[in-house]
């Protein structure tokens, strides 16, 4: 399967143009972010203030990197379990954000979100982090670096390989897979 | 009864270090060669594409020496103490938190223990504490595993307090049901341990110690090893595939451990593993 190029932020049309199934490899800005830093990203909203970077268009990758070896731009980065991040999602979507790159499960709420404000939800491969990290090419800590793998960070990637699960359209890859391979016995 | 060995926990220490950095670093053979089968008989391409990622990921891992996944997990260590063995030099479970702080350290693996779980949750920022098991065993050796365990997988695991009157099926179906409500969280094919009979906390830790066992191994008591064909198969007939996406390989095996329980009771217990089964043993 061909993987469809795409590039960071996303726009509206990209988005809509993105089917569950479809594999892609992403180019540009991902922001890193995991359990405690959406807790604070949500708490700023939420008080009015700015976050730490700019939502339009932006996709973040639920990932909290191993320590990167001298030389190295980062450690092991694979995706962590999405499903965490569902009470904070929706919110970050209604201001802007267009992708979330992860593993697992989301709920009905951040699926009705996606298609409401035209959003997207990428599956990497989890537990391939050493693979996964060879397609980061930039890595700054951005924001509450006391937090160290949680920290937030603006990762630049190169044909970042991730896969199109929910799409703004009600598609469900995890649904229609495992619809299609369900057997009895 | 043999002579006395003296066993300087030093030893432990480089040890667990070492055990913390390697069993990060290098995927063991078993699972290795189970990822490869496994796109031999996926019927799923996307299935055949991730499970070739996975192989790739560990051939990159163990060149590069640097960790299979992000998440190296909380130490889990099971120490099989000789009753011939005197532990001189120091504490032996400060020992261990050492190499372990030693290891997360030197080895640029994640730190991912956090303090005061219902509040603070402050990061430790040295993978300490470890969790220690530890028994007495005839011998003059002390053996340490380590298993490095990932949250994804261990979020998934599932206890229940069945009825007696509940039987086999019983216990099947909710192995069954913990697999198919996990999905795609765990980062299938996944490891299954599941523990059946003893007690509240013991039939948990009969279903982590199941998942020591080699990816392909058959259990020597035959009952046993047909319960868990059966509960493979059912499980891979989910369609849940490679980290959910659809296909075959939902789980790269099954393992059972059991032990008498109470007349009153049938505890059982599911300890999903992702296909990161990161576990390695030394003897000293």
Not at chain 2, 176 to 200: E, F, H, K, L
Request: some cysteine; glycine content about 10%.
């Amino acid at each position: 399967m061909a993987a469809k190029k795409i590039t960071t932020p996303l726009t509206d049309d990209v988005v809509r143009s993105l089917r569950a199934g479809d594999a892609v490899e992403i180019t540009g800005a991902l922001y890193q972010a995991r359990d405690a830093a959406h807790k604070r990203l949500v708490a700023l909203i939420e008080a009015g203030e700015e976050v730490p970077f700019d939502l339009q268009g932006a996709v973040v990758y639920y990932m909290g990197p191993s320590p990167a070896k001298p030389g190295n731009v980062i450690g092991s980065a694979g995706p962590t379990t999405s499903g965490r991040m569902d009470a904070y999602a929706p919110l970050l979507m209604r201001h802007g954000l267009k992708g979330m790159i992860g593993k697992g499960l989301r709920t009905a709420e951040v699926k009705q979100a996606m298609r409401d404000e035209v959003a997207v939800y990428f599956a990497a491969t989890g537990g391939a982090g050493a693979l996964l990290a060879r397609r980061i090419v930039g890595n700054e800590v951005i924001a509450y670096p006391e937090l160290g793998a949680e920290a937030v960070a603006r990762l630049e990637v190169v044909d970042f390989p991730a896969i199109v699960v929910n799409d703004c359209h009600g598609g469900d890859l995890y649904e229609e897979g495992r619809g299609a391979y369900a057997r009895d016995v | 009864m043999g002579a006395i060995r003296e066993v300087d926990v030093a030893e432990v220490t480089a040890a667990v270090k070492d055990l913390c950095i390697t069993t990060n670093y290098d995927l063991p053979a078993d699972v290795y060669d189970a990822l490869k089968a496994a796109q031999e008989t996926e019927e799923s391409p996307v299935g055949r594409e991730v499970l070739a990622q996975l192989v790739e990921n560990a051939d990159i891992a163990a060149a590069d020496r640097v960790p299979i996944c992000q998440d190296t997990g909380f130490a889990v260590i099971f120490a099989e103490v000789g009753q011939d063995v005197h532990l001189t030099g120091g504490d032996f479970e400060a020992a261990i938190h050492e190499g372990v702080r030693r290891g997360y350290g030197d080895g640029y693996l994640r730190k991912s223990v956090a303090e005061e779980p219902a509040h603070a949750r402050r990061n430790t920022t040295d993978n300490t504490p470890a969790i220690i098991h530890t028994s007495i065993v005839p011998g003059d050796k002390v053996t340490l595993t380590l298993m490095a365990k990932g949250g994804g997988a261990e979020n998934m695991s599932s206890l229940s307090m069945l009825k007696p009157s509940q039987g086999w099926a019983g216990i099947a179906d909710a192995v069954v049901d913990t697999v198919s409500r996990a999905g795609s969280n765990p980062c299938p094919p996944v490891i299954i341990g599941v523990g059946i009979g003893g007690t509240i906390e013991m039939v948990t830790l009969l279903a982590k110690k199941a998942l020591l066992r080699d990816v392909g191994s058959t259990h020597p008591d035959p009952r046993i090893a047909a319960m868990e064909d059966e509960l493979l198969e059912r499980v891979n007939a989910l369609g849940i595939g490679p980290q959910g996406l659809g296909g075959r390989t939902t789980a790269l095996d099954v393992f059972i451990e059991e032990m008498p329980c109470h007349i009153a009771s049938m505890p059982m217990a599911v300890n999903v593993q992702c296909h990161a089964q990161r576990h390695k043993t030394v003897t000293l």
